[in-house]
């Protein structure tokens, strides 16, 4: 793809994506267009060499692969994670107040609160219905247009807004959906989702049995600045470097041994069936050892310990306003390729060795690096690459593109950084020695 065509295909994909689960969707029609097959996991897997996979877990997590003609020896590993900080509807979310219905939240990760106010806001998620057959089933769906805002109070009636004040998850930011009039009572949840399932997806005489539902930004990704150098969209991190990797893993050879895992919940922890923490790398890691006919504790160790993974998430580029709040020395800037992220206490997994790696990685494939580690008077976060060193053994890297506005609701990275990264990642998937 071209320079252009590639943004305009990342835009299309976070469009697709305002959650998860239909992250995972996309990447999973997007990889099959792609020639790679569905797994089950709860079947028997009979595996190809040469051919490509993935399979899915808990709606939010994905794995994705292709097999070598000869013998696995190595996987050349990318991991990444679907979620990202937003705002999760409660299950009983109806609340009035002053003749106004308001839904009920809580805050889903680390989200920056002040950049949700005044803006359009959609619902999206997932729902369990129970169908005109008596079946259970789970149904994807998103009501693409702006559906409800959180109003600012104006600023004479809080003359001190501007000086920092907390804002209160519980009070203070429920989204504002519908006005009653004289004597209505509010619609519940399960009749505006009937409505809206009927309307979307043409589903009649069903019950809502449960849900998990988030609203998101339903302004679309833009490309800004006075030579279009910037990207701004919602959920960059981290579903930049879930597009990045999937792309790498669909536009390799298919020569080696290569992986792609997009983790959900890294954003709370990663605990959970589709976290880093949890063990969905790892059995699949176990069942393609097995299927080179080498099963076994010893054959699957080999295995990891002959890999290499490069767990992708954004780094925070230097704020032209905020220069103090970065090291004088390490700087990353938008448009100036990825970010290799140290840390001196494994918040980062990053090692000389690895870092090695995707140096020569870069210079081989013609693309600019960049170096970040935090001030040391300031604590850094943390990603899926330490949390599945630490589960699998597998040697390991963090990297990311720089971004600004990290977990706000609209975050802005670098227009030319995705192609970079591709790059770099595509080169990866390709190499034949990984030491």
Known sequence: MSHSSTITDLFDFLKCSPTPWHAVEEMASRLESAGFRALDETQPWQLVPGKRYYCTRAGGALVAFQLPEGPLEALRMVGAHTDSPALRLKPQPVQMSADWMRLGVEVYGGALLAPWFDRDLAIAGRVYLRDDQGGLREQLFKVDRPVAVIPSLAIHLDRDVNQGKALNAQTQMA?????????????????LLKRWLRDQHGLEDIGIVDYELSFYDAQP???LGLEGEMISGARLDNLLSCYCGMRALMESDGS???LFVANDHEEIGSGSTGGAQGTLLGDVVSRLAEAQGTGGAEARIRLLQSSRLISCDNAHAVHPNYLDKHDARHQPALNRGPVIKVNVSQRYATNAATGALFRELCREADVPVQTFVSRADMPCGTTIGPLTATRTGVPTLDIGLAQWAMHSIRETAGA???DYLIRALTAFCNREQLV
Do not use: K, M, T
């Open 416 to 418: 030319h950084d995705p």
């Open 221 to 223: 990704a833009s490309r």
């Open 256 to 258: 080696q041994g290569a």
């Open 175 to 191: 989204p504002v959906v519908w006005q009653a009039g004289s004597g209505q009572a509010p619609p519940s949840i399960e009749s």
